[in-house]
């Protein structure tokens, strides 16, 4: 099992910054993609920003020149940098991780893949 702990959300005002942890842990052999989406009431979830293994970014249109995301390899963690926030970020936001798990039977070991979503951080910004 891989297990995703998230932090850093809060009240904020706007054009105040946040700052979104998210780690994981568990049976990983290897991370790929790590990423935030957010979900504002009665909206889909979207994918606010990701970054890959080789450090390859994507963000939200919405969000660039303004958030900055970054992992830690070494901690299996993933950040997301929140500058001038707006009334609009107001969100639930969620921290998704994919890669390859190693677990374990009788017969020996296994791989197989996890796409694990976090239990969700509430940011809200004030105008």
């Known amino acids: 099992q891989v297990q995703l702990v998230e932090s850093g959300g809060g009240l904020v005002q706007t054009g105040e910054s946040l700052r979104l942890s998210c780690a994981a842990s568990?049976?990983?052999?290897?991370?790929?993609?790590m990423g935030w989406y957010r979900q504002a009431p009665g909206k889909q979830r979207e994918l606010v920003a990701d970054?890959?293994?080789?450090?390859?970014?994507n963000y939200a249109d919405s969000v660039k020149d303004r958030f900055t995301i970054s992992r830690d390899n070494a901690r299996n963690t993933v950040y997301l940098q929140m500058n001038g926030l707006k009334p609009e970020d107001t969100a639930v936001y969620y921290c998704?991780?994919?890669?390859?798990?190693?677990?374990?039977?009788?017969?020996?070991?296994?791989?197989?893949?996890?796409?694990?979503w976090g239990q969700g951080t509430q940011v809200t910004v004030s105008s």
């Open positions: 998704n991780v994919k890669g390859r798990r190693k677990g374990r039977t009788t017969y020996g070991y296994y791989f197989d893949d996890f796409d694990t």
């Open positions: 568990g049976s990983i052999s290897s991370i790929n993609v």
């Open positions: 970054i890959t293994s080789g450090d390859n970014t």
